[in-house]
């Protein structure tokens, strides 16, 4: 499959900046003409992604949050998230509804459940001290 955009960028492990990664990757894959809800899909994914960085990954203390993304010629979208914070132990048990590791913030425990309900895939890949990098798939438009 050929591959024909991409781009990286870099940031803080701020609150804030969850909106700047939400913009980006939405105006990264705009030339692709996606719906309203596949944009909107797509861009609440990022966001429960990368606030699982900051909340999750680095508990609050100064970190970089990654994002790579690439667009395929079949309008298929892949954006990685990653953080190098302090890892999950058990991926599988951090993937079930309702599971938190922050439960005086009140957290839900549905990230990964609202990625895999708004994107096509979901892989996430984790090191405890290392980090864990969160892949999400998206078709944008019909597989031309």
């Known amino acids: 499959m050929k591959i024909l955009n991409e781009m990286k960028l870099s940031f803080p492990s701020k609150s804030c900046n969850e909106a700047f990664a939400r913009s980006a990757v939405s105006a990264f894959i705009m030339h692709l003409d996606p719906t309203v809800n596949e944009l909107s899909d797509l ?3 990022v966001s429960e992604a990368v606030t699982n960085c900051i909340v999750h990954g680095y508990r609050r203390q100064s970190g970089t949050v990654y994002i790579s993304g690439r667009i395929a ?6 954006v990685k998230i990653r953080d ?3 890892g999950i132990a ?3 048990q ?7 590791t922050a439960p005086e913030e009140e957290r839900a425990g549905l990230g990964f459940a609202v990625m895999q309900s708004f994107c096509d895939k979901v892989r996430v890949r984790s090191a405890v001290g290392k ?3 969160v892949t999400l ?8």
């Open 43 to 45: 861009k609440t994914a």
């Open 73 to 78: 010629e079949n309008g298929r979208v892949t």
């Open 84 to 86: 190098k914070g302090c």
């Open 90 to 92: 058990d991926v599988a």
């Open 94 to 100: 951090a993937m079930q509804p309702l599971f938190t």
């Open 131 to 133: 980090g864990t990098t």
């Open 137 to 144: 798939e998206k078709q944008i438009g019909g597989d031309d």
